[in-house]
């Protein structure tokens, strides 16, 4: 949900005792929507995070790691001028909107001066504004009078809160009994949403059930304001299915946490986190496919073009039987008719002739032809092989993408599609790379059993195998490169069998009942030369045949980096 006013009430008490007196020490803006402020505060660097995203507007205290991007934006250069090195005075919420005030005192070498940053979340309206004496010196989204006649933000000009809508003040309570004597019956929350300013429909349907039977609209308002005005907390992350839906300031059920700046950290950064793995799988997914379209489309060419060398043998023939009958051909001839002689039975073919070319010529056409369509059959034969090969790869890519389970999943991939030309090179400036992701660990008999989440990671796999341990890859199909680790010994068919069913699990045939799964010692497995990231050829191997499992019972806790 966004974040209420009630809601911002409780964070801007905990901002102000977490952060007030707090000196700026360093601030970045690592995206387009938000600036994040890093102040030294109770003995400790804290990070103030404020999102101006349409889904995940937000003012909090966040761990969550942020990368700054090499040239800061303008208003990133704009904060840093004005607010390095100040001194954070109070956090306080802007009467009960949504909208937190951060006042700053701010010393220079010959100035003095208190300036507030404004926070406004109030979803895609969302904004960062800093002020001095009242006066806009500028704003992460600016607005022009050309653009709004309502509400200019623009250096130089007044700060206007927006302006208040058509709801009761919940601070004033004979406005909010007022409002509350138009109820007549139904969803008290859904009206409470609709009336009274500052209040989200989850907020009100949870102040709702906390209400005590009431006689009056004026009982009502004082239960009503007394509850969105007590300090009282019990912060929550709600989870449904496992995963956080929403986070309440006061909430009687879900996840604990020990404020309300947790519980709103804990929800936003693991739905952002969502959101970013989603986009990015979406978007490798995108150029995979759009990668794969190309490759069918120029293999769909060759196949026509080797199509069209069909006949060429026919040509050869006929240009044979044009020369050995030239003395039967009479000049101006459209057609002719031989006995072929290279087909049992010798039947008569027609003869198609080019009646302004004598019958020589009309044989050496035909040879023209035939020694056309053999080049064009020898050079389109391995143009072929290669189109085959890298749409082969292709698939393997989109393979990987589709089965990634987290972001870090995808990193290894995405720097394989920048290297393969399927994405754009990364600037020359950048931040480091991802780190590599561990692979999937599992362990049977007392043997481990190691599996590679993408090309590169099977590629390591093989790397760091030793040659007597068990490779398998399942046969016909796209799959994960599986290791079972021997150490000299020699697992029992229970671990094989394990390691058969892991392979089949993660590989295109998941849903099939039984998959062939090849299994022979690394010592048999070859990488060639130049070849794409997860190819290999293997000898002396053996086939299973596996039913998918994935086998989380024999999944290996902790072993995040694991390494074979």
Sequence with gaps: MPQDAFTLAHIARELNGALAGGKVNKIIQPSRDEADILLYAGGKTRKLLLNTHASFARALLSDAPRTAPDVAPNFCMLLRKHLTGAELLSVRQVGFERILAFTFSCTGEFTQAERVLY????????????????????????????????????????????????????????????????????????????????????????????????????????????????????????????????????????????????????????????????????????????????????????????????????????????????????????????????????????????KQLTPAQNAQRYFKKYNKSKRTLAAVQPQIAEAEAERDYTLSLLFEVRRAEEEADLAETEEELRAAGVLPPPPKKRAAPAKTGPFRVFEADGFRIFAGRNNLQNDRLLREAAPHDLWLHTQRYHSAHVLLRTEGRTPPPSAVQAAAEICAYYSEAQNEERVPVDLCERRFVKKPPKARAGFVVYTDFTTLSAVPRAHAELAVPGTDGAQP
């Design 119 to 354: 926070a406004e979340i109030m979803g895609k309206y969302s904004n960062l504004i800093l002020t001095e004496k009242g006066v806009i010196l500028g704003a992460l989204k600016v607005s022009s009078l050309q653009e709004n006649f309502k509400r200019v933000l623009f250096p130089g000009v007044p700060y206007a809160p927006p302006a208040p809508q058509d709801k009761a003040d919940p601070t004033d309570e004979a406005a909010l009994a007022a409002r509350l004597s138009s109820f007549s019956g139904g969803d008290l929350a859904h009206f409470l949403a609709e009336n009274v300013a500052g209040l989200a429909y989850p907020t009100c349907a949870l102040l709702v059930r906390q209400l005590p039977p009431c006689n009056s609209p004026q009982e009502l308002a004082a239960a009503l304001r007394a509850r969105i005005f007590s300090e009282e907390t019990c912060p929550a992350v709600q989870r449904e299915n496992g995963k956080a839906i929403d986070f309440h300031a006061r909430f009687a059920g879900g996840e604990r946490a020990n404020s309300v700046l947790e519980a709103a950290d804990r929800y936003y950064t693991e739905r952002e986190t969502l959101r970013n793995f989603s986009d990015k799988k979406q978007r490798l997914e995108s150029a995979l496919r759009a990668r794969l379209k190309k490759e069918e489309k120029k293999l769909s060419l060759l196949e026509e073009r080797k199509r069209g060398c069909a006949d060429m043998e026919k040509d050869r023939i006929r240009g044979e039987l044009l020369t050995a009958n030239l003395y039967a051909v009479a000049r101006g001839a459209e057609r002719c008719a031989f006995a072929n002689w290279y087909e049992e039975g010798a039947p008569v073919w027609t003869i198609e002739l080019d």
